[in-house]
């Protein structure tokens, strides 16, 4: 049995991640210190005797015993208001974590794929972003301790390749949605799923005219699925070019949702990327792959997994 290790397992996408490698006959270990996931995203594998749960801060030296075959990088908050409130811990995981799993990476020769950004790109200049992009990042705005977290992350990682000639995958990952995102962890489509669930008006940053291209879960992990297995070893960009306004989506929420509530205007947070839309002409070519799950189908199943929450859930204020 081929063993796998998946940091950020108790988060939205790396909960996903430990589900399909499950599915596909791994053995799993979940890494973790729940500084922005939740332990219910994987309660349902503790019971599997393929699946077992390491708390570890990956920002500290880790250790796996025996051998190991790959390694999926995924820890990291996401959300601006997760890494503007910890931007230290933000920059030290994209740093000294991904430093420290590729190091166990190399000493166990596994293969490593880190989880990059569309947040690379910062507020691009080319439009939609190829990965030829070098980007426009403010490294000393609020959101730098992300982007350049993961610019870093990127450049150690093609280093380990280069130098050691380690096996490594980088995805750049663009809007992904889905079930288990925390409800309240500020990104747009919780944001207005829970707004529109508790009756309250819709905040639109900005003017609204900013776009964003919103991916569904499920074609999120089978793009990350099919890279890991491909011999690509450049960045690549895995998200759905189908894009929106900000505006246009708080309204495409408003007729899913059935809410009577309207939409208010709030000032655009600092750095707040004016559009972005992936060019996934590489993973159509080297993987063969593209999303499948169309914007209102995949809000449809997001919707019900909100409404299906509790009601102390949906009231619970995180920031
Ligand atoms: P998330 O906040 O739901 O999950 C991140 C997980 O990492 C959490 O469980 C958190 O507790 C854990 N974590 C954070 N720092 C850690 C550390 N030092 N040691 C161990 N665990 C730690 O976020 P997500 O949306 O699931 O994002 C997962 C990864 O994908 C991140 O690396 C993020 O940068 C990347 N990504 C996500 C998106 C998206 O749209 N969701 C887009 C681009 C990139
Ligand atoms: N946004 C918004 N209202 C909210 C939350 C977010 O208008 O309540 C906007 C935000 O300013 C950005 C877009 O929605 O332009 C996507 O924000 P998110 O935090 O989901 O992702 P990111 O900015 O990292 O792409």
């Known amino acids: 049995m081929k063993k796998i290790l998946i940091t950020g397992a108790a988060g ?18 979940g890494m973790d210190n729940l500084i922005t996931g939740d332990l219910k995203n994987i309660a349902h594998l503790f019971p599997l005797e393929q699946f077992e749960f390491h708390h570890h801060d990956v920002s500290n030296f880790v250790h796996v015993s025996g051998t190991l075959d790959y390694i999926l990088h995924f820890a990291s908050p996401a959300s601006p208001i997760d890494y503007l409130k910890i931007p230290i811990q933000t920059l030290k ?3 000294l974590g991904t430093l420290n799993l590729l190091g166990l990476a190399k000493q166990k020769g596994a293969r490593i794929l880190v989880a990059s950004t569309s947040e690379v790109y910062g507020d691009p200049l080319v439009h939609p972003q190829t990965e030829e992009y ?8 609020p959101r730098g301790v992300y982007d350049e977290a ?6 150690i ?5 280069r130098f050691h000639g ?9 809007n992904t949605y889905g079930p288990r995102m925390r409800l309240n962890d500020g990104r747009v489509v919780p944001a207005f799923m829970g707004q529109a669930l508790r009756g309250e008006d819709l905040t639109v940053f900005g003017d609204g005219s900013q776009t964003r291209s919103f991916c569904y879960i499920d074609d999120l992990v089978e793009g990350i699925y099919r890279l890991l297995f491909s011999d690509y ?17 708080a309204e495409e929420i408003l007729a899913l949702t059935e809410a009577n509530q309207k939409i208010i205007y709030k ?3 600092t750095d707040d990327p004016t559009q972005r839309q992936p060019d996934i002409t590489k993973a159509k070519e080297i993987l063969g792959w593209e999303p499948q799950v169309g914007r209102s189908q995949g809000l449809k199943i997001v919707y019900d997994y909100f409404k299906s929450l509790t009601k102390e859930e949906l009231q619970k204020k995180e920031h």
């Open 93 to 95: 995981v994209g740093s």
């Open 166 to 174: 380690l096996e490594t995958r980088i995805v750049r990952i663009f």
């Open 150 to 155: 993961k610019r870093f992350m990127e450049s």
């Open 134 to 141: 070098f980007g426009n990042v403010n490294p000393v705005g």
């Open 267 to 269: 000032p655009l947070p």
């Open 233 to 249: 070893a450049a960045p690549m960009n895995i998200g759905n070019p189908h894009e929106t306004t900000i505006r246009e989506f």
């Open 12 to 29: 939205f996408l790396g909960s996903h991640l430990c589900d399909r490698f499950i599915k596909e006959g791994y053995r799993v270990i």
């Open 157 to 161: 990682t093609m280093a380990y390749h």
